[in-house]
């Protein structure tokens, strides 16, 4: 199985900060790798795929980005809204894996 | 759009087996891969397999033994078995369709999911 690794477990940043989420494969993905966003009692949603691909209506703040094993989500300007728990998945080769999740706070 | 929600026993005891339906709306179940995907205590992912007319599936290797996924076409539904269930099996089970573009794919929409737990 394709291990993924996020970092870090957890974040917290003020509104307005740039915030950086890195996750990492254990093997090469190509362009394979979706992020999701989890708010609390929800859901996963689709945030990002194919790296850097945004879905209709999901804010142009969020950007992923990224090749081989090393892929980052970037939020520019945080909102409030934004606490949630992020995770990024490989859809590479099955089984299809998941990060272990990022939880973000705001200070 | 496709929505997609989950059904079935909250509680299920050790050993028996664990069943599941998800119903489609806004989309034919024919016409899409469907997967289903839990999140363990602890709020790890763990993908379970996925589903496309009946009869091309794949399954977690993890958990091959004991998945049993199928669609039911007349009900715009696909179900979930897993077999001899334990503690460890105690999750939130959500069905997602899985979106293919070519060789990309993605899992989007997502079902509000439905808690099990083991007891």
């Known amino acids: 199985d394709i291990r993924m690794t996020q970092s870090p477990s957890s974040l917290s940043a003020s509104v307005g900060d740039r915030v950086t989420i890195t996750c990492r494969a254990s093997?090469?993905?190509?362009?394979?790798l979706n992020w999701y966003q989890q708010k609390p009692g929800k859901a996963p949603k689709l945030l990002i795929f194919?790296?850097?691909n945004l879905p209709s209506g999901v804010p142009s703040r969020f950007s992923g980005s990224g090749s081989g094993t090393d892929f980052t989500l970037t939020i520019d300007s945080l909102q409030p809204e934004d606490i949630a728990t992020y995770y990024c998945?490989?859809?590479?080769?099955?089984?299809?894996?998941f990060g272990q999740g990022t939880r973000l706070e705001i200070k | 759009q496709v929505q997609l929600e989950e059904s079935g026993p909250g509680l299920v005891k050790p050993s028996e087996t664990l069943s599941l339906t998800c119903t489609v709306s806004?989309?034919?179940?024919?016409?899409?891969?469907w997967s289903w995907i839990r999140q363990l205590p602890g709020e790890r992912l763990e993908w379970i397999g996925y589903?496309?007319?009946?009869?091309?599936?794949d399954y977690n290797p993890s958990l091959k033994s004991r998945v049993t996924m199928s669609l039911d076409a007349s009900k715009n539904q696909l179900s979930l078995n897993l077999t001899s269930v334990t503690a460890a099996d105690t999750a939130i089970y959500y069905c997602?369709?899985?979106?293919?573009?070519?060789?990309?794919?993605?899992?989007?929409?997502w079902g509000q999911g439905t808690l099990v737990t083991v007891s």
């Open positions: 997602a369709k899985l979106h293919r573009s070519a060789s990309l794919n993605w899992f989007d929409p």
């Open positions: 806004g989309g034919s179940i024919s016409s899409y891969y």
């Open positions: 589903v496309f007319r009946s009869a091309n599936t």
């Open positions: 093997q090469s993905l190509n362009n394979y």
């Open positions: 194919a790296v850097s």
């Open positions: 998945q490989q859809s590479y080769t099955t089984p299809k894996t």
